[in-house]
């Protein structure tokens, strides 16, 4: 597989996973917060702000990889075209970056949701559980995302040092 394969199919599993971010936001928060807001459990109010930010930060990183990947394959087409190992050097750099972040993303993702549930099993109220479930919820999701971004992000960035042979 040469290196545009590799970038193109790395390109369409992030936006295959954008496009699945958003419709969990449409099938899952959406009703989610509906129901929420319109019934009187409390526990469920809880679970307003947690979902509602979850919904917002899923739709706007989906949406802007359903907006800038496409452009990112034409443009990286054409500078390998160019210079194959200028390419190489400049996305091992980005890819690398990246999963430098995702580690550091995981890890807080992981500190808040044991933070969270900490903070369910210790509160008595039925909102203040309700916030902390959706807290539980917000950080499990996040990480799940990191998760698989930085598992293609490593295979990526495995093929690219296979390829130029960068150290």
């Given amino acids: 597989m040469d290196f ?37 459990d409390v526990f469920f109010k809880g679970l307003i702000i947690p979902l509602s930010i979850l919904s917002l ?22 500078e390998y075209s160019k210079n194959h190992q200028l390419t190489l050097t400049k996305e091992y750099i980005k890819a690398k970056k990246d999963s430098k972040s995702y580690v550091i993303f995981k890890t807080i993702w992981v500190s808040l949701f044991i933070l969270s549930i900490f903070l369910y099993l210790l509160f008595d ?22 998760t698989f971004f930085h598992a293609r992000s490593k295979t990526y960035l495995s093929f690219i040092q296979e390829s130029s ?3």
């Fill in 125 to 146: 109220s039925c909102y203040m559980k309700g916030l902390s479930f959706g807290f539980i919820i917000l950080f499990l999701v996040l990480f799940m995302t990191d």
């Fill in 57 to 78: 930060m899923l739709l706007s990183y989906g949406g802007y990889l359903l907006v800038t990947k496409g452009k990112e394959i034409q443009r990286v087409e054409k």
């Fill in 165 to 167: 042979r960068i150290n």
């Fill in 4 to 40: 545009i394969q590799q970038f193109s199919n790395w390109t369409k599993g992030d936006l295959i996973q954008a496009k699945l971010m958003i419709a969990g936001i449409i099938i899952f928060c959406v009703p989610l917060i509906f129901y929420s807001t319109k019934t009187s």
